[in-house]
């Protein structure tokens, strides 16, 4: 099982370990060292590194390395997914995740973690029974503790920790009791120069924010559940509900959670949303070369794009962009080789345009790999994929929740070849 | 007001300050103090100075100082372990706390002080803490199991915690449940064969209920030991199947690939004609594609594990080719993955559009992944035949770019294609040659080489190339050295006219002024070879190549089949046999996927993936680089029997080459060729005597009676001594020598390894070449330390039935590579068919009447036994001790007829009448069906008797 964590920064200084059986040395770290200097960019560490007699697996995430070391055969997805829950309860704690708030609160820290794993072998991990163990920093708790001289250690045993429904703790009060939902779509897609699909797909979650009494039970049912056929449940969802009736059926955690997320591969259910012209070229002689680039709607179910941002990773030889765009605004990073074009809302009846010349480093060849654009987009009030919640029902409270549904649709990996 | 602070004292007496402050009386210091304490151990100060302070701290009502404490004992206790007896005490306490908190607390952090003291005082509270009232309790003690066994095995197990453990798995609350199958499976783990998770049907239903109930993380503990069980028939499988089946659309995707991992290994079972197999197999593919929309590590694993799924059943994925397209963020672990199972994944109907994809790759930035590209353009063309001509078009465009790295990659590529589609694209050579200046990589220059040699006849300046690379031939890598003397030696071969004088140059280059002694000893073979027998040089230099196979990089089918049971684990995501991740001594058990149901028999399993290519003979040839032209490999190793043109006569007498030779040649003068005919001269002589020994048959007879009179075997049966099958001189150093047996119904090659070379040799591995029975290596050649220098090892190697089958001449030959560090070696030996005879070879006695009336005559066969002295019924019982059954006997005239049947791995029946009449057994035996299974037989058998 897991026997020990690292945290390291994008410096690579290693901050804090914690060792759950015996203390391994930090110079295991080396290994991964080595193997971070290989990979150059941060994002390209491989996940799992060997080690004559380790093994770490790290995942990356808010510029900081969890590394963990493994000694007998354990499976890395499980690995990995408790390090991804590891730097999400710190999000959830501290509010974000980084060197800094980790240092500042390292206590803390250190009482998570090892109120989160018992020899390896997870212990508790949802938020609301560690939050019941150990309550998260406020200004306000911190403030009393310094002169009560309380402790922000809970004092019993959590209640959620053992019933059979370990996500949800008993006794919860709200005056007012709410229940929202965004159903979130992401458009993952390829398209090549001539704008055909290469490959299109819709990757959705609905994240629900609960704040309700007691113990409510809570079914939503969509307009066209068809259209999912591929989903993932928080452990809360009662599965065979699902499977014959095709509601979802659920005693919510309390607080902020992802009721769902489901996957649309199907390629005509997959709208997309604009079009893009391109046009870079490099000429053979002079050093530079030219750039046009226009951006227009396509299926977009009559809404209006926004934050619409177009990046371009530039050939390295590229030094400078002098360029005119209609609308928005544009800068050409000369380091990162990145040209970024932030376009705003995008006006159907005024097509966006960016358009001009490149220069290159003189006496460099034409270069030979082609950029790629990747897109940024946002849709309010829509789900690309039609899904649509039909209605939701709470019983076992008597109590009336104030309920809604957001819908939002964005750009995921959304990249046009050239 | 942040944690931060407690970073800042950095003054001189910051160990004595603190010392004051925890020893304050004021609780508030204390805590504070011990915070301190706590931060500088995270950032690795060493603070157990302050080990009896911060002990003192313990005695207190406040949980937080409590757990702070705890924290500090857990890191430190181990360096100072007479001072960590103070706290057991406390701890023992603790652990009759009314607060089950403190209670489960306690008993915690008592298992993580690794001091052997403490666990005598540990052993009293555990029991009680075992059997608590609150289950939060028992499944930390559970865990605490665990922990006590890590540091003393031995108390555990007198303590009989291990059998209150396996009680838990019936406890009513899944937590305790997961908890105990966790702990029970990490103890399991240390103890290959202790048989601690017994699993029967019963807990199998307590553990899917539990299943349910549990965390996701107690889900995968659940479903990985699960994965451990063998379910009686396909009904049961078919149950638990239904049962695992809700995990797919689990949010944790560590919870989904152990859920893939049951279903994969129990759908084995299951009849291919049941429907809900098909339901099965369509329910697989959503939540593997789901996985690679996940953060990039765990796409990383995922795609690892479906490397492993679309070898072992391509259909479940085979129209999700686009979920594998790479996309420009991802990180080069993952676009490296995709590509890899792109390629796996075409087929006729998608070539297309990958073909269209990997031009776009190959255009991309990062090298490697380029690279990657370009060489998946042409394992697509070898691949799938009808894209070839697509594929050499895109591999011509890309290397019109002229970008260098590309280039390079395309050259190798296309010879590969050429080696595959002999005779079709030759006319790219000329645009090839274009760019010979450009390759600067050994690879590249070394497949750029070949090809100029193999098609030396239509390059009209050949000769002039060759001689180009010639100029700074001691500069060149070994690979592209051993590649130029070939491709000389070729055309010199095939226009011998006007390249005498570059042949001799080269043959000089590599025999004398080169200190490698394969280019040397390749020198040499072709010199004496050119110098006395011209046609025989034509004959080898330029015999038909045997062909590439389609994929190289397949994972040979035992091998996948382990991996399979092991999905999800590290074994998965190195493609490596578990028993590589093993610590030490800790053995593990190798996994099978269970036989199909209906089926019965092993045997069968070959038809079983006829399906797709997972079933696609592994490559005879170990691996592309040793192919191209390799002849030392190629012609010496006459068990691979794929140089069909070449004579057997021929291989002998390569083999006298090396084998005697070349010793002298070396240790005489070099070069001359006197000494060269006497070296040819002398080896023969000592050849044919090893090689005729190699044969455990062949000798067979006489010696095997002489054993068998002194060594009586009561049961089992027959086991030849060992011979030398593969002779050191041969093997560069290792000698191996080795017999068969078969043990409780397991076939088992018993090998003993000899080194008898200077240095030490490791990394062993085994592969058969296709056999008559499917013979094949169940688990991996388990040489676990290295060989040194004179030291022998003795391995027994399961065996299994059910490889790839090809009929040998004699039908019970087997030729087998053995690979170590220092290369690959090839030999053949001949096996007993007796160790095919399988257990349940007693045949129905109406049945045996019936089909003895039904073999045709010509099936039949008589065979005679001299010098035997035994009565029937000890020659029955000794023939049973081998599985071969008597059915009835009769006595006519005084002679005993004994009637007997066999039955062999392969489902072959063979019966037999067996005469005997006092001091001269004559046997008569007659074969069902299979004509030539018969005289194997009949040459087996008869050491079996004595």
Same mark, same amino acid.
């Given at each position: 099982? @897991?026997?020990?964590?690292?945290?390291?920064?994008?410096?690579?200084?290693?901050?804090?370990?914690?060792?759950?059986?015996?203390?391994?040395?930090?110079?295991?770290?080396?290994?991964?060292?080595?193997?971070?200097?290989?990979?150059?960019?941060?994002?390209?560490?491989?996940?799992?590194?060997?080690?004559?007699?380790?093994?770490?697996?790290?995942?990356?995430?808010?510029?900081?390395?969890?590394?963990?070391?493994?000694?007998?055969?354990?499976?890395?997805?499980?690995? &990995?997914?408790?390090?991804?829950?590891?730097?999400?309860?710190?999000?959830?704690?501290?509010?974000?995740?980084?060197?800094?708030?980790?240092? #500042?609160?390292?206590?803390?820290?250190?009482?998570?973690?090892?109120?989160?794993?018992?020899?390896?072998?997870?212990?508790?991990?949802?938020?609301?029974?560690?939050?019941?163990?150990?309550?998260?920093?406020?200004?306000?708790?911190?403030?009393?503790?310094?002169?009560?001289?309380?402790?922000?250690?809970?004092?019993?045993?959590?209640?959620?920790?053992?019933?059979?429904?370990?996500? +949800?703790?008993?006794?919860?009060?709200?005056?007012?009791?709410?229940?929202?939902?965004?159903?979130?779509?992401?458009?993952?897609?390829?398209?090549?120069?001539?704008?055909?699909?290469?490959?299109?797909? &819709?990757?959705?979650?609905? /994240?629900?924010?609960?704040?309700?009494?007691?113990?409510?039970?809570?079914?939503?049912?969509?307009?066209?559940?068809?259209?999912?056929?591929?989903?993932?449940?928080?452990?809360?969802? +009662?599965?065979?509900?699902?499977?014959?009736?095709?509601?979802?059926?659920?005693?919510?955690?309390?607080?902020?959670?992802?009721?769902?997320?489901?996957?649309?591969?199907?390629?005509?259910?997959?709208? @997309?949303?604009?079009?893009?012209?391109?046009?870079?070229?490099?000429?053979?002689?002079?050093?530079?070369?030219?750039? /046009?680039?226009?951006?227009?709607?396509?299926?977009?179910?009559?809404?209006?794009?926004?934050?619409?941002?177009?990046?371009?990773?530039?050939?390295?030889?590229?030094?400078?962009?002098?360029?005119?765009?209609? $609308?928005?605004?544009?800068?050409?990073?000369?380091?990162?080789?990145?040209?970024?074009?932030?376009?705003?809302?995008?006006?159907?009846?005024?097509?966006?345009?960016?358009?001009?010349?490149?220069?290159?480093?003189?006496?460099?060849?034409?270069?030979?790999?082609?950029?790629?654009?990747?897109? #940024?987009?946002?849709?309010?009030?829509?789900?690309?994929?039609?899904?649509?919640?039909?209605?939701?029902?709470?019983?076992?409270?008597?109590?009336?929740?104030?309920?809604?549904?957001?819908?939002?649709?964005?750009?995921?990996?959304?990249?046009?070849?050239? | 007001?942040?944690?931060?602070?407690?970073?800042?004292?950095?003054?001189?007496?910051?160990?004595?300050?603190?010392?004051?402050?925890?020893?304050?009386?004021?609780?508030?210091?204390?805590?504070?103090?011990?915070?301190?304490?706590?931060?500088?151990?995270?950032?690795?100060?060493?603070?157990?100075?302050?080990?009896? #302070?911060?002990?003192?701290?313990?005695?207190?009502?406040?949980?937080?100082?409590?757990?702070?404490?705890?924290?500090?004992?857990?890191?430190?206790?181990?360096?100072?372990?007479?001072?960590?007896?103070?706290?057991?005490?406390?701890?023992?306490?603790?652990?009759?706390?009314?607060?089950?908190?403190?209670?489960?607390?306690?008993?915690?952090?008592?298992?993580?002080?690794?001091?052997?003291?403490?666990?005598?005082?540990?052993?009293?509270?555990?029991?009680?803490?075992?059997? /608590?009232?609150?289950?939060?309790?028992?499944?930390?003690?559970?865990?605490?199991?665990?922990?006590?066994?890590? &540091?003393?095995?031995?108390?555990?197990?007198?303590?009989?915690?291990?059998?209150?453990?396996?009680?838990? @798995?019936?406890?009513?609350?899944?937590?305790?449940?997961?908890?105990?199958?966790?702990?029970?499976?990490?103890?399991?783990?240390?103890?290959?064969?202790?048989?601690?998770?017994?699993?029967?049907?019963?807990?199998?239903?307590?553990?899917?209920?539990?299943?349910?109930?549990?965390?996701?993380?107690? $889900?995968?503990?659940?479903?990985?030991?699960?994965?451990?069980?063998?379910?009686?028939?396909?009904?049961?499988?078919?149950?638990?199947?239904?049962?695992?089946?809700?995990?797919?659309?689990?949010?944790?995707?560590?919870?989904?690939?152990?859920?893939?991992?049951?279903?994969?290994?129990?759908?084995?079972?299951?009849?291919?004609?049941?429907?809900?197999?098909?339901?099965?197999?369509?329910?697989?593919?959503?939540?593997?594609?789901?996985?690679?929309?996940?953060?990039?590590?765990?796409?990383?694993?995922?795609?690892?594990?479906?490397?492993?799924?679309?070898?072992?059943?391509?259909?479940?994925?085979?129209?999700?080719?686009?979920?594998?397209?790479?996309?420009?963020?991802?990180?080069?672990?993952?676009?490296?993955?995709?590509?890899?199972?792109?390629?796996?994944?075409?087929?006729?109907?998608?070539?297309?559009?990958?073909?269209?994809?990997?031009?776009?790759?190959?255009?991309?930035?990062?090298?490697?992944?380029?690279?990657?590209?370009?060489?998946?353009?042409?394992?697509?063309? @070898?691949?799938?035949?009808?894209?070839?001509?697509?594929?050499?078009?895109?591999?011509?465009?890309?290397?019109?770019?002229?970008?260098?790295?590309?280039?390079?990659?395309?050259?190798?590529?296309?010879?590969?294609?050429?080696?595959?589609?002999?005779?079709?694209?030759?006319?790219?050579?000329?645009?090839?040659?274009?760019?010979?200046?450009?390759?600067?990589?050994?690879?590249?220059?070394?497949?750029?080489?070949?090809?100029?040699?193999?098609?030396?006849?239509?390059?009209?300046?050949?000769?002039?190339?060759?001689?180009?690379?010639?100029?700074?031939?001691?500069?060149?890598?070994?690979?592209?050295?051993?590649?130029?003397?070939?491709?000389?030696?070729?055309?010199?071969?095939?226009?011998?006219?006007?390249?005498?004088?570059?042949?001799?140059?080269?043959?000089?280059?590599?025999?004398? /002024?080169?200190?490698?002694?394969?280019?040397?000893?390749?020198?040499?073979?072709?010199? +004496?070879?050119?110098?006395?027998?011209?046609?025989?040089?034509?004959?080898?230099?330029?015999?038909?190549?045997?062909?590439?196979?389609?994929?190289?990089?397949?994972?040979?089918?035992?091998?996948?089949?382990?991996?399979?049971?092991?999905?999800?684990?590290?074994?998965?995501?190195?493609?490596?046999?578990?028993?590589?991740?093993?610590?030490?001594?800790?053995?593990?058990?190798?996994?099978?996927?269970?036989?199909?149901?209906?089926?019965?028999?092993?045997?069968?399993?070959?038809?079983?993936?006829?399906?797709?290519?997972?079933?696609?003979?592994?490559?005879? &040839?170990?691996?592309?680089?040793?192919?191209?032209?390799?002849?030392?490999?190629?012609?010496?190793?006459?068990?691979?029997?794929?140089?069909?043109?070449?004579?057997?006569?021929?291989?002998?007498?390569?083999?006298?080459?090396?084998?005697?030779?070349?010793?002298?040649?070396?240790?005489?003068?070099?070069?001359?060729?006197?000494?060269?005919?006497?070296?040819?001269?002398?080896?023969?002589?000592?050849?044919?005597?090893?090689?005729?020994?190699?044969?455990?048959?062949?000798?067979?007879?006489?010696?095997?009676?002489?054993?068998?009179?002194?060594?009586?075997?009561?049961?089992?049966?027959?086991?030849?001594?060992?011979?030398?099958?593969?002779?050191?001189?041969?093997?560069?150093?290792?000698?191996?020598?080795?017999?068969?047996?078969?043990?409780?119904?397991?076939?088992?090659?018993?090998?003993?390894?000899?080194?008898?070379?200077?240095?030490?040799?490791?990394?062993?591995?085994?592969?058969?070449? +296709?056999?008559?029975?499917?013979?094949?290596?169940?688990?991996?050649?388990?040489?676990?330390?290295?060989?040194?220098?004179?030291?022998?090892?003795?391995?027994?190697?399961?065996?299994?039935?059910?490889?790839?089958?090809?009929?040998?001449?004699?039908?019970?030959?087997?030729?087998?590579?053995?690979?170590?560090?220092?290369?690959?070696?090839?030999?053949?030996?001949?096996?007993?068919?007796?160790?095919?005879?399988?257990?349940?070879?007693?045949?129905?006695?109406?049945?045996?009447?019936?089909?003895?009336?039904?073999?045709?005559?010509?099936?039949?066969?008589?065979?005679?036994?001299?010098?035997?002295?035994?009565?029937?019924?000890?020659?029955?019982?000794?023939?049973?001790?081998?599985?071969?059954?008597?059915?009835?006997?009769?006595?006519?005239?005084?002679?005993?007829?004994?009637?007997?049947?066999?039955?062999?791995?392969?489902?072959?029946?063979?019966?037999?009448?067996?005469?005997?009449?006092?001091?001269?057994?004559?046997?008569?035996?007659?074969?069902?069906?299979?004509?030539?299974?018969?005289?194997?037989?009949?040459?087996?058998?008869?050491?079996?008797?004595?």
């Amino acid at each position: 099982m @897991i026997h020990s964590l690292f945290l390291i920064n994008n410096a690579g200084d290693l901050f804090l370990e914690k060792h759950w059986k015996s203390v391994i040395s930090r110079s295991i770290c080396d290994y991964f060292f080595e193997a971070r200097e290989k990979a150059v960019e941060p994002d390209n560490v491989p996940p799992v590194i060997r080690s004559p007699h380790h093994y770490l697996i790290n995942i990356y995430r808010e510029k900081i390395f969890f590394v963990s070391v493994i000694q007998t055969e354990v499976p890395p997805l499980f690995v &990995i997914e408790f390090l991804h829950r590891v730097a999400e309860t710190f999000q959830d704690y501290f509010g974000e995740c980084s060197e800094t708030t980790i240092k #500042d609160n390292v206590v803390i820290v250190y009482e998570l973690l090892e109120e989160m794993l018992d020899n390896g072998f997870p212990l508790a991990t949802e938020s609301n029974i560690l939050k019941e163990l150990i309550r998260p920093p406020t200004i306000l708790r911190s403030m009393v503790n310094t002169i009560t001289g309380s402790s922000n250690v809970g004092e019993t045993l959590p209640t959620g920790q053992l019933s059979s429904i370990p996500w +949800r703790r008993a006794g919860v009060k709200y005056t007012n009791n709410e229940a929202y939902f965004d159903v979130v779509e992401e458009i993952d897609a390829i398209l090549d120069k001539s704008g055909t699909t290469v490959f299109a797909e &819709i990757q959705g979650v609905i /994240d629900a924010c609960v704040k309700l009494s007691g113990m409510p039970d809570l079914s939503l049912s969509f307009m066209n559940p068809r259209l999912l056929d591929d989903v993932s449940f928080h452990p809360c969802v +009662r599965y065979k509900r699902w499977e014959s009736e095709r509601v979802i059926s659920f005693i919510p955690p309390d607080g902020n959670f992802q009721l769902m997320s489901y996957h649309i591969s199907a390629q005509n259910l997959v709208a @997309i949303p604009i079009y893009v012209k391109q046009n870079i070229s490099f000429f053979e002689t002079g050093s530079s070369g030219r750039l /046009d680039i226009t951006v227009g709607p396509k299926q977009t179910m009559g809404k209006t794009v926004e934050c619409l941002v177009v990046t371009v990773h530039m050939p390295k030889v590229v030094l400078s962009a002098n360029l005119n765009a209609t $609308q928005g605004t544009y800068n050409y990073d000369p380091v990162t080789k990145i040209l970024l074009w932030d376009i705003g809302k995008l006006n159907p009846q005024k097509l966006p345009n960016l358009k001009g010349s490149l220069s290159l480093q003189s006496g460099a060849p034409k270069p030979e790999e082609s950029p790629s654009l990747n897109i #940024d987009l946002k849709i309010q009030q829509l789900a690309i994929s039609g899904l649509k919640v039909n209605r939701l029902d709470m019983y076992g409270e008597k109590y009336k929740p104030f309920k809604g549904v957001k819908y939002v649709t964005k750009a995921g990996k959304f990249q046009v070849r050239t | 007001m942040t944690d931060s602070k407690y970073f800042t004292t950095t003054k001189k007496g910051e160990i004595f300050e603190l010392k004051a402050e925890l020893n304050s009386d004021k609780k508030e210091k204390k805590k504070e103090a011990v915070k301190k304490v706590i931060a500088s151990m995270t950032v690795g100060k060493d603070v157990s100075a302050l080990f009896p #302070d911060v002990v003192n701290c313990m005695q207190t009502d406040n949980l937080e100082l409590k757990k702070l404490v705890y924290l500090y004992l857990m890191n430190y206790a181990k360096s100072q372990p007479d001072m960590a007896i103070m706290a057991v005490n406390t701890f023992v306490k603790d652990c009759e706390d009314l607060n089950p908190l403190i209670r489960a607390l306690a008993v915690r952090t008592m298992g993580c002080i690794r001091v052997d003291k403490i666990t005598e005082y540990l052993c009293e509270p555990l029991r009680k803490c075992l059997k /608590d009232e609150d289950p939060y309790v028992r499944k930390t003690a559970a865990v605490c199991v665990a922990k006590l066994h890590d &540091i003393n095995a031995q108390l555990v197990e007198d303590q009989g915690f291990l059998d209150t453990l396996k009680d838990l @798995i019936s406890d009513s609350n899944p937590m305790v449940v997961a908890n105990a199958v966790a702990a029970l499976s990490e103890i399991a783990e240390s103890h290959p064969n202790s048989n601690l998770l017994d699993l029967n049907p019963q807990t199998i239903n307590k553990l899917l209920t539990a299943l349910n109930e549990c965390t996701e993380w107690g $889900q995968i503990f659940i479903l990985d030991c699960l994965a451990s069980y063998l379910p009686r028939d396909d009904r049961e499988s078919q149950s638990i199947c239904e049962r695992v089946t809700p995990r797919l659309s689990h949010a944790n995707s560590a919870v989904v690939l152990s859920a893939v991992k049951v279903l994969m290994k129990f759908m084995e079972m299951l009849p291919k004609d049941l429907d809900y197999y098909g339901t099965l197999l369509k329910k697989l593919a959503p939540p593997l594609v789901t996985l690679l929309s996940a953060e990039p590590e765990l796409q990383y694993v995922a795609l690892r594990n479906i490397n492993l799924i679309v070898q072992k059943r391509p259909e479940i994925l085979k129209h999700e080719m686009k979920v594998f397209f790479v996309k420009y963020n991802d990180p080069i672990y993952v676009k490296l993955e995709k590509l890899d199972i792109m390629i796996r994944l075409a087929s006729q109907a998608n070539i297309a559009q990958v073909l269209a994809e990997l031009k776009e790759y190959a255009t991309e930035v990062d090298v490697d992944f380029v690279r990657k590209a370009v060489r998946a353009i042409g394992r697509c063309a @070898i691949k799938v035949e009808q894209s070839a001509e697509r594929c050499v078009s895109t591999l011509l465009d890309l290397i019109q770019t002229k970008v260098n790295y590309v280039v390079q990659e395309a050259i190798v590529v296309i010879k590969d294609i050429f080696r595959k589609y002999p005779n079709k694209y030759e006319s790219v050579i000329a645009t090839l040659c274009e760019n010979l200046d450009s390759l600067d990589e050994p690879e590249a220059r070394a497949a750029m080489i070949w090809i100029v040699g193999e098609y030396a006849e239509r390059i009209d300046n050949a000769d002039e190339l060759l001689e180009s690379f010639l100029e700074g031939f001691h500069d060149e890598s070994t690979q592209v050295q051993l590649q130029l003397l070939t491709a000389i030696v070729k055309l010199f071969l095939k226009k011998p006219t006007e390249t005498q004088e570059l042949v001799q140059q080269v043959l000089s280059l590599a025999t004398q /002024d080169s200190d490698n002694p394969d280019l040397r000893d390749r020198g040499y073979i072709y010199w +004496r070879l050119l110098s006395t027998d011209p046609v025989a040089a034509k004959e080898v230099v330029l015999a038909e190549k045997p062909l590439i196979s389609e994929e190289t990089d397949l994972i040979e089918p035992t091998l996948l089949e382990e991996l399979i049971c092991h999905i999800g684990t590290l074994a998965s995501v190195y493609h490596k046999p578990p028993s590589a991740f093993v610590e030490g001594s800790r053995g593990v058990q190798h996994k099978r996927l269970p036989p199909r149901a209906g089926s019965g028999e092993s045997t069968e399993s070959p038809d079983v993936g006829q399906s797709g290519p997972s079933e696609a003979p592994p490559a005879v &040839i170990p691996s592309q680089g040793d192919l191209l032209g390799d002849l030392l490999n190629l012609d010496l190793a006459p068990p691979t029997a794929t140089v069909p043109s070449v004579q057997p006569s021929m291989q002998m007498g390569a083999m006298d080459l090396l084998g005697g030779g070349l010793d002298s040649l070396l240790g005489g003068d070099i070069g001359g060729s006197p000494s060269m005919g006497a070296g040819l001269g002398a080896a023969p002589a000592a050849m044919p005597a090893s090689l005729g020994g190699a044969p455990a048959v062949g000798g067979g007879l006489g010696d095997l009676f002489d054993l068998g009179g002194g060594v009586g075997m009561p049961t089992g049966s027959y086991v030849a001594p060992k011979t030398v099958w593969l002779l050191a001189m041969k093997a560069k150093g290792l000698e191996i020598s080795g017999t068969f047996a078969r043990r409780g119904g397991i076939i088992q090659m018993d090998l003993s390894l000899t080194n008898k070379a200077m240095s030490v040799m490791t990394d062993f591995a085994i592969q058969f070449n +296709r056999n008559s029975f499917g013979l094949a290596p169940a688990g991996p050649l388990q040489v676990l330390t290295p060989l040194s220098p004179n030291q022998t090892i003795d391995v027994s190697l399961p065996l299994s039935t059910s490889g790839p089958v090809m009929k040998m001449e004699p039908l019970n030959n087997l030729q087998v590579a053995v690979k170590n560090n220092i290369d690959v070696f090839y030999f053949s030996c001949q096996y007993p068919l007796s160790l095919l005879f399988v257990e349940d070879g007693k045949m129905d006695r109406q049945v045996f009447l019936a089909t003895w009336k039904d073999i045709p005559n010509d099936n039949e066969a008589q065979f005679q036994i001299k010098d035997i002295h035994l009565n029937s019924d000890v020659a029955s019982n000794k023939l049973q001790g081998s599985n071969i059954f008597t059915i009835a006997k009769r006595t006519v005239e005084g002679q005993d007829m004994l009637y007997q049947s066999v039955k062999l791995t392969n489902g072959i029946w063979v019966l037999a009448e067996m005469r005997i009449q006092t001091g001269n057994p004559n046997y008569t035996w007659m074969c069902w069906r299979r004509p030539h299974v018969r005289e194997c037989v009949s040459q087996n058998d008869s050491p079996v008797i004595s």
